[in-house]
T-cell receptor, first 115, second 114 residues
Framework: KAGVTQTPRYLIKTRGQQVTLSCSPI?????VSWYQQTPGQGLQFLFE???????NKGNFPGRFSGRQFSNSRSEMNVSTLELGDSALYLC??????????????FGPGTRLTVT | KQEVTQIPAALSVPEGENLVLNCSFT??????LQWFRQDPGKGLTSLLL?????REQTSGRLNASLDKSSGRSTLYIAASQPGDSATYLC?????????????FGKGTLLTVNP
């Protein structure tokens, strides 16, 4: 079974631009979560989607948004990029729903550099 | 607000040594606890998942324990090898509301010297 895939793997953007990152979960998984990883803050939760609905959101500004499609694939968008948005963005998928383990499977990440 | 702490922040051991990594969390209302491994610049690899009703899980040379009431977990690595060198992260999945997410510790950087 294929793992979680993220595209692109590397991205360089200029301050003020916007960016869209994509995540394809493991087949059959309906929950997708996004995390930002930086050396200073570690791994921080951005948001979680299940069946196209956002179920939880972390403490990030409104410039960070996401969505999930009917095939469970998810996209994350960051508008008006700032230097501090440079980070590794990780996507995780899990089965979701009730009476499941919520075990999270992570993708390889997208390395975003803002100059 | 859930907070996860991992001690030590870094650990260097000779090959073959048994070692223990520690994780503590402040809110015992968790659904599960998961240990991950991260190699430099890479994503996270799940090592072990412990449900809140379980006390421990084992996989090969790895054993993880959970004491939910005291907010502690340990990851035991037996007969360490240079290939075990990586950052080990502990994370808890909260049981509801705004805690319905993984909250991570800052990790333990493990170096196993040949």
């Amino acid at each position: 079974k294929a793992g979680v895939t993220q595209t692109p793997r590397y991205l360089i953007k200029t301050r003020g631009q916007q960016v869209t990152l994509s995540c394809s979960p493991i087949s059959g998984h309906r929950s997708v979560s996004w995390y930002q990883q930086t050396p200073g803050q570690g791994l921080q939760f951005l948001f979680e989607y299940f069946s196209e609905t956002q179920r939880n959101k972390g403490n990030f500004p409104g410039r960070f948004s996401g969505r999930q499609f009917s095939n469970s694939r998810s996209e994350m968008n960051v508008s008006t990029l700032e230097l501090g948005d440079s980070a590794l963005y990780l996507c995780a998928s899990s089965l979701g729903g009730d009476r499941v383990t919520y075990e999270q499977y992570f993708g390889p990440g997208t390395r975003l550099t803002v100059t | 607000k859930q907070e996860v702490t991992q001690i030590p922040a870094a650990l260097s051991v000779p090959e073959g040594e048994n070692l223990v990594l520690n994780c503590s969390f402040t809110d015992s209302a968790i659904y599960n606890l998961q240990w991950f491994r991260q190699d430099p610049g890479k994503g996270l690899t799940s090592l072990l998942l412990i449900q809140s009703s379980q006390r421990e899980q084992t996989s090969g040379r790895l054993n993880a324990s959970l004491d939910k009431s005291s907010g502690r977990s340990t990851l035991y690595i037996a007969a360490s090898q240079p290939g075990d060198s990586a950052t080990y992260l502990c994370a808890v999945w909260g049981s509801g509301g705004s805690n319905y997410k993984l909250t991570f510790g800052k990790g333990t950087l493990l170096t196993v010297n040949p």
